[in-house]
C-alpha cells in the first residue's frame, strides 16, 4: 500500500522484542532511546496504538487453570513508559542488591542471570566504554524522562497501565538519587 507509514509497525516490533534483548548495553541504547522519542513531541508516540497481553480482571476463578490473558491496544507512549518503569524497577533492585552485598550471593546476579549487564560486556568488550551511553545514570536518566512528560500526559498514561505499572511509575517519579546516596 502505497503512502503507508512503517511506523507502527516497527514501534510495535520494537516494544515486543525489547524485553528479549540479551544485552544489557543493547537494552540500555534501546529504552534510552525509547526515553527519546517519548518526550519527542511527535504525536505518533500517543497515537499509534501497540497490543499488549494484560491479565483479565473479570474477577472470576478459571478451575481449568488457564491464565486468562487477554491482548488489548494502549498507546506507544504508555508502552514506552511500561517499559521505562521495568527498567527503572530492575535497576533499582540491582542498586539495592549491590548495596547490600556483604560477600554473600548477589540477588541482582540472580534476577538477571539470563542477561549480560552492560559491566560485564564492558570487561569482554572495551569499546563499549568509549560509547557516550555507557556513563548514563539510569537511575536518574529514566525517572527524568518520567518528569519531562509532564502531569496530563502522565495522566492518560497511568490511566492505561495495570495497577503494577501505576505502582512502579510512582515509585519512579518519587524516586530520589540523592536520598539513595545518603543511605551509603
Same mark, same amino acid.
Given at each position: 500500500?502505497? =503512502?503507508? !507509514?512503517?511506523f507502527p509497525l516497527v514501534m510495535k516490533v520494537w516494544t515486543e522484542k525489547y524485553p528479549d534483548f540479551y544485552s544489557g548495553f543493547h537494552k540500555k541504547i534501546s529504552i534510552l532511546a525509547m526515553s527519546s522519542l517519548v518526550t519527542? =513531541?511527535?504525536?505518533r508516540v500517543f497515537e499509534t496504538k501497540v497490543p499488549v497481553e494484560r491479565m483479565q480482571s473479570s474477577g472470576r476463578y478459571n478451575l481449568r487453570g488457564s491464565t486468562g490473558k487477554e491482548i488489548v491496544p494502549i498507546s506507544l #507512549?504508555?508502552? /514506552?513508559c511500561e517499559l521505562i518503569c521495568a527498567e527503572f524497577n530492575d535497576e533499582l533492585i540491582e542498586a539495592v542488591c549491590d548495596y547490600n552485598d556483604a560477600g554473600e550471593i548477589d540477588l541482582s546476579d540472580l534476577l538477571h542471570m539470563s542477561n549480560f549487564s552492560a559491566d560485564q560486556e564492558a570487561q569482554e568488550d572495551p569499546e563499549i566504554k568509549n560509547d557516550p551511553l555507557y556513563g548514563v545514570d539510569m537511575l536518574q536518566a529514566l525517572p527524568n524522562t +518520567?518528569?519531562?512528560l #509532564? =502531569?496530563?500526559? +502522565?495522566?492518560? /498514561?497511568? !490511566?492505561?497501565m495495570t495497577e503494577n505499572g501505576r505502582e512502579m +511509575?510512582?515509585?519512579a517519579m518519587n524516586y530520589d538519587p540523592k536520598q539513595q546516596q545518603n543511605k551509603k
Open positions: 500500500q502505497k =503512502g503507508t !507509514s512503517a519527542s =513531541g511527535d504525536p #507512549g504508555t508502552r /514506552i +518520567l518528569r519531562k #509532564g =502531569g496530563a500526559k +502522565l495522566q492518560a /498514561i497511568a !490511566s492505561e +511509575l510512582k515509585t
